[in-house]
């Protein structure tokens, strides 16, 4: 007893299982009698289906039968409100963009339905697709995350006073795909109950919801296990075509169905972070004060649907500037729809806004570092709020300590090794954190065991050891004796797992149900009934919360070495030291930043969809010429953790940190590339091809 | 992936007679490219022979020649010591192929036949006149980033992806075959075809010819070699540009070099124009440079790609400057 489990450092509790192979992901279940569907895509961007010949399909033995716009169910596919996402189930023979779902054979095997998919042959009457951002229709942009898409603190217009310095630059991301390991993957079955869905999805909530809509039933019929999550970082958010296909085959086969989206078809119609354009104008007086900052942001959206990715938010709410201004603006291109991708907004934000400070560092002689210090805002500037916390400035001064930032020559091509050019570089991270209302069962038994169970998901961040930390803590009870039970819209409900969000809005229901549990168990005398006992909690967030901003915080340093003969880019140190409130397991936490820097670095050097302009079909969708980091690329980054005691945020004191390690440190390495090579790259991702064209 | 039959080779002559007798049967060994190719629907056989009981695993010496088994792995051969020390470049353009698990899966037959990576050759929804002639070229005009500079044609740009070829090249390997007619020895230098306006014919075997062997002559300098390749990430990927370099140097002069350049042409690409432009010349940057000019005389860039012209010199420089360096 009252030892202390929460922030220790502890191993997940399903490592062994996972790293052993013996833990099931969606697509390891297999009901008995079980169809295999198969997903065919169409090759064509901006089309109409003219035809569509399943002769040959028809052919392969155990085919079931083939779903096409002429004979599938008519199905509500339409969106729910302005941010929802229009799914592609067959209802028509429009073709919107590359690898749009045009056709699905069910089979009796995977072997055969996947054949006798790449048997059917679909001809287009096909248009020129848009592809060009500058060229693309403008969509409107309502709001982003509810907040106005456009926006302007002070007089961002005045005429700058004399001797003020500028940086105005242009900067640009290009798509990315998620690409988590474990591809998209659903189980459909329908009885007499209604539909039953394995899913790997980040919110078995929102796809019990969408369902219902879809298939005109009320949500108490749908059931959604969500089993492991192999990974989903934003592109699991919200229920894609392939969910509802699924339940499609299986209404019309009456047999359960299973559909796992391949790894090409992971390019196509399950998400993508779109390609941003962003126009940086920054104006400071000659002591580093920042006077003006603007962020004019445009990003492709697809035919269909409007997702503002939000670049802006990471410098409307960083710096203490008076005077702001920012707006985005979308352009509608032949391209499936866009959405969340780990630190939507703030990761490709952040890489613009901070290298224009870093170009503005440069432009006044004054350290990188000394100018966001320079411009600390101890308040959020946007809305005036005390921060719920905020220790950046210990952030800024732990890690560059450990990185010897204060040794640096900032002369660009200053630093030799052997043969390479070496270059150090700074940003700042910087990320909104949320909390959403959730609900949470906890039990214990007569033998003093405890079962937690929230409907929230487990995508490999640490929920069920983190969780079961909460609880054990609050009930001093051994770690060993909690039990974490998640992934089914039949446990209580969960907000979406997203946004940096879950360890928060989770964590905060699971130790209030803890608490009302123990106050219980103290009434009873500290003796359990017979029968156990049993608290179930609704979490709200209080309005009192909205008195303070929640922000999570960093502050990233790296070192590069860039070959200044061939171009090539190696990370070669990384030092993070980040602000997330309380960290509620130092192992897991440490891990979230690790992966959110290994994308940072990704994101710098490697990520990028390329399409064929003519006809905009993706021509790297796979894993070995869309390029993620491999070990290899990945240095030993040191990363550092600065808790304070967060009593504002929520009741447990965290800000999230699942995203706050991408934001900013692609900036960091671009800086450091800048600082090696004197060449600056504003457009992702530093290949070498850029640093020989300017070298 | 189409259904096929799959047979279970025990005697090199029992899978030539396989292949032969059935249109479009293909050998399989490692898997690692015929496999992805069925996947993605780019190549249908109707039947594969495993030839994975047959007695070509072998790696020895012999006198003056170095006989790997076309059923080596990569990985076999990379791990062996002595032609770790007789022949870097080749070493080194295994370790830096692929990843540990394809190499541990792929042959060294199968590796000098893996095709292109081209993404529209890949691709059946796109055209390629290498996986369908006469439906054109999607590269042209398209992504090419990854595409050659040298050896293309108005029909293909198509890069050859394999590194030991390249290797294999610069040190005069010869292939040795056998089929129905016999058995016999193709020097690298002959078994790949420039594109030209057949790209589908990419090698000068004859239908159901096996390789069962890839030979490597001795050469008096050939620790005196490297190779080395440059991409985007540090591991896993294919090159953008390599350059396998042998030299001869005595008393500050090259005597004699082999230069092999690859990840930028059609074919893993000799140079016989770098290796004069070295010949008697003294062993400094100045002449590397020359070389590198000579070996990129003709190229031709289509667009994304044209940096690997300045690339490929960049690499041949820095690759002699590595293994002339004292």
């Known amino acids: 007893m009252n030892v202390p489990v929460l922030g220790a450092a502890r191993s997940r509790v399903e490592g062994p299982e996972k790293v052993t192979g013996r833990v099931r992901y969606t697509a390891d279940y297999a009901p008995e ?8 895509t169409s090759t064509a961007a901006n089309a109409r289906i003219a035809e569509i010949d399943e002769r040959l399909a028809l052919e392969v033995p155990s085919v079931v039968t083939i779903l096409t716009h002429r004979n599938a169910p008519r199905v509500d596919a339409r969106k729910q409100g302005p941010t929802s996402t229009l799914l592609f189930l067959l209802q028509n023979d429009v073709v919107q963009f590359d690898r749009q779902p045009v056709a699905v054979v069910i089979a009796r095997t995977l072997e055969q339905a996947a054949e006798a998919a790449d048997r059917i042959r679909v001809s287009y009457r096909a248009e020129t697709p848009q592809t060009d951002l500058d060229a693309a229709p403008v969509a409107p942009v309502e709001t982003i995350f509810g907040q106005p898409g456009t926006h302007a603190r002070g007089n961002p217009d005045a005429p700058l006073p004399a001797g003020s310095v500028s940086v105005r630059q242009t900067y640009r991301t290009p798509t990315e795909h998620h690409n988590p390991m474990e591809t998209h993957a659903t189980i459909a079955r329908w009885d007499s109950e209604g539909l039953t869905l394995w899913d790997s999805t980040q919110w078995a909530f929102g796809v019990r919801e969408r369902m219902a809509q879809v298939f005109g039933i009320d949500p ?116 499936s729809k866009p959405t969340y991708q780990r630190g939507p907004g703030e990761s490709t934000g952040s890489f613009a806004m901070e290298s224009a400070m870093d170009e503005l560092a440069y432009a006044l002689a004054i350290d990188p570092l000394e100018l966001r210090l320079r411009n600390y805002s101890e308040v959020q500037p946007n809305n005036g709020k005390p921060y719920s916390g905020k220790c950046l400035r210990e952030c800024y001064a732990l890690a560059a300590e450990r990185f010897g930032w204060s040794a640096r020559n900032p002369a660009p091509r200053s630093t030799v090794r052997g043969r390479m050019l070496v270059g150090t570089g700074m940003a700042t991270a910087s990320r909104a954190t949320h909390r959403s209302g959730s609900h949470a069962r906890i039990r214990i038994d007569r033998a003093g065991e405890v079962t937690v169970a929230v409907g929230t998901i487990e995508q490999g ?80 967030p209080p309005e009192s919360e909205e008195a303070y901003a929640t922000q999570a915080f960093g502050a990233h340093f790296a070192e590069v070495e860039v070959d200044p003969d061939l171009g090539t880019v190696r990370v070669t140190r990384f030092v993070g030291a980040f602000d997330g409130g309380r960290i ?62 967060d009593r504002h945020a929520n009741p447990i004191g965290v800000r999230g940190i699942g995203e706050v390690g991408i934001c900013g440190s692609g900036a960091a390495v671009a800086n450091a590339v800048y600082h090696a090579t004197g060449v600056r790259v504003r457009d992702l991702p530093i290949t070498p091809e850029k640093l020989l064209a300017q070298a | ?163 030991l070829a390249v290797a294999l090249a610069a040190f005069d390997a010869r292939i040795e075959v056998v089929g129905t007619r016999g058995t016999r020895e193709i020097p690298v230098g002959e078994f790949y075809r420039l594109p030209g306006s057949t790209p589908q014919m990419e090698t000068r075997l004859a239908p159901g010819e096996l390789i069962t062997a890839v030979i490597v002559p001795a050469l008096s300098y050939s620790r005196r070699s490297t190779y080395l390749k440059v991409r985007d990430r540090a591991e896993y990927e294919f090159a953008l540009a ?85």
Not at chain 1, 33 to 40: E, F, I, P, Q
Not at chain 1, 303 to 323: H, T
Not at chain 1, 489 to 518: E, F, I, N
């Open chain 1, 461 to 540: 961040t640490g929920s069920p050891t983190v969780f079961a930390q909460v609880a054990a803590e609050i009930l001093g009870v051994p770690f060993e004796r909690v039990r974490f039970l998640w992934g089914d819209t039949d446990l209580p409900q969960a907000p979406l797992a997203a946004g940096s969000q879950t360890a928060a809005s989770v964590g905060s229901a699971v130790a209030a149900a803890a608490q009302a549990l123990r106050r219980s168990l103290d009434e009873l005398g500290g003796s359990i009934p017979n029968d156990g006992l049993e608290i179930v909690h609704a979490e709200e």
């Open chain 2, 1 to 163: 992936m189409n259904d096929f039959t799959f047979v279970k080779a025990q005697t090199t002559t029992g899978a030539i007679t396989a292949v032969a007798r059935e249109w479009g049967a293909r050998y399989v060994a490692g898997g690692t490219n015929i496999l992805d190719l069925m996947k993605d629907a780019v190549e249908a056989p109707p039947m594969l022979v495993d030839i994975n009981a047959l007695p070509l695993r072998e790696i020895e010496w012999q006198q003056d020649r170095f006989v790997v088994g076309a059923l080596a792995r990569m990985s076999d051969v990379a791990g062996d010591p002595q032609l770790r020390g007789a022949f870097p470049a080749i070493a080194i353009a295994l370790d830096e192929s692929a990843s540990p698990q394809l190499r541990n899966m792929a042959s060294i037959g199968g590796n000098v036949l893996q095709r292109t990576r081209c993404a529209y050759f890949r691709d059946p929804a796109t055209p390629c006149n290498k996986r369908d002639p006469g439906s054109g070229c999607g590269a042209i005009g398209g992504e090419n980033r990854r595409m050659a500079v040298l050896g293309t044609s108005e029909h293909c740009i198509a890069t050859h992806a394999s590194d």
């Open chain 1, 220 to 335: 108490s019929r749908v059931r959604v296990i969500a089993p492991y999550v192999g990974g989903a970082f934003g592109s699991k958010g919200t229920p894609w075509s392939h969910v509802a296909l699924a339940a499609m085959a299986s209404k019309v086969t009456n047999r359960p169905v299973k559909l796992v989206v391949t790894r090409p078809q992971m390019f196509g119609f399950v998400g993508h972070r779109p390609k941003t354009e962003q126009r940086v104008e920054l104006a400071a007086a000659r002591d580093g004060a920042l006077i003006v900052v603007k962020h004019v942001c445009q990003n492709e959206t697809s035919i269909a649907d409007e997702f503002v990715e939000p670049c802006g938010v990471f410098s409307r709410d960083l710096y203490a500037v008076p005077n702001y201004f920012m707006s985005h603006r979308l352009r509608r291109l032949n391209v």
């Open chain 1, 584 to 645: 509620l397991n130092e192992k897991t936490a440490r891990s979230q930043l690790l992966g959110g820097v290994v994308w940072g670095i990704s994101m710098a050097l490697f990520e990028q969809t390329r399409y064929d302009r003519r006809t905009a079909r993706i021509m790297n969708a796979n894993l070995s010429e869309y390029l993620v980091p491999t070990n290899a690329d990945v240095p030993n980054a040191e990363l550092l953790l600065v808790s304070d005691d």
């Open chain 1, 33 to 40: 009698d079980a169809l295999h569907a198969v997903v065919v």
């Open chain 2, 242 to 326: 390599s350059a396998a370099v042998a030299v001869d140097v005595a008393n500050g002069t090259i005597r004699e070099a082999r230069v092999a350049l690859g990840g930028i042409a059609t074919v893993p690409w000799r140079s016989p124009e770098a290796e004069r432009a070295l010949a008697g010349a003294p062993a400094e940057r100045a002449s590397f440079e020359r070389a590198a000019e000579a070996a990129l005389t003709g190229a031709r860039g289509y667009g994304e790609n044209d940096y690997k012209i300045v690339l490929a010199k960049r690499t041949l420089v820095r690759a002699l400057e590595m293994v002339t360096a004292p």
